[in-house]
Structure formats: C-alpha cells, structure tokens
Nanobody, 122 residues
C-alpha cells in the first residue's frame, strides 16, 4: 500500500525556487520508482521527472538544468527542487509511484498524490 502526500507548493516570482516534497505512508517506498508530473489549466498532464529506487533519474526537456529530483528512502520521501522558475511552470504538481523503471508515462504509475499548486508570476 502506498499513500502519497505532496507539499511545498506556493506562489513565487519568476526566477525563484521551491522544493516540493512527497511523503509516503506505505511500507514499500524504497522499491518504487517515483515520479513527478504536472498539469496546467486546460492542458494535459505531463511528465516532469523520475527517480528509480537505485537513484537513476530522468527529466523532461523543459526542466533539465533547472529541476532536480531526489529521494530519501529512510524518510520515505521524494523531493523536487525547482529552480529558475518560469511562469510556464505554473501547474498542479503530482507525485506518483510506479513499480517499473524507466517510467515516464503516467499510465504506468499506480499511486498518485493529491497534487500541490505551484504558481509562478512574472
């Protein structure tokens, strides 16, 4: 069983940074691939970043060099560091867990958090 809860979203100015956290209350966190997705108003949900249980990472081209995904298995938490934020980064950010890696398509993710809003003003 995996239960994901995101936190850390908020309203920031362009160029600012945020760190999103996703905590799991389940018992098998360390063996899951963890991903971040986002969905802007009127847009489809899109892949942002993923980290495997061994630490391998992948990022969407739009966030490479700006966002960093990491995980702390002891704390059952995955993080997304968002730097140099742009207005186009505004979206609801979702944490998700998958049982396979690589996993960049939302269809392979089994568990999802409720989302946290990130709003970037110009």
């Amino acid at each position: 069983q995996v239960q994901l809860v995101e936190s850390g979203g908020g309203l920031v100015q362009a160029g600012d940074s945020l760190r999103l956290s996703c905590a799991d209350s389940g018992r098998t966190f360390s063996r899951y691939t963890m991903g971040w997705f986002r969905q802007a108003p009127g847009k489809e949900r899109e892949f942002v970043a993923v980290i495997g249980w061994k630490g391998s990472t992948d990022y969407a081209d739009s966030v490479k060099g700006r966002f960093t995904i990491s995980r702390d298995n002891a704390k059952k938490t995955v993080y997304l560091q968002l730097n140099s934020l742009k207005p186009e980064d505004t979206a609801v950010y979702y944490c998700a867990a998958a049982e396979v890696y690589p996993a960049v398509l939302d269809a392979v993710y089994t568990f999802w958090g409720q989302g946290t809003q990130v709003t970037v003003s110009s």
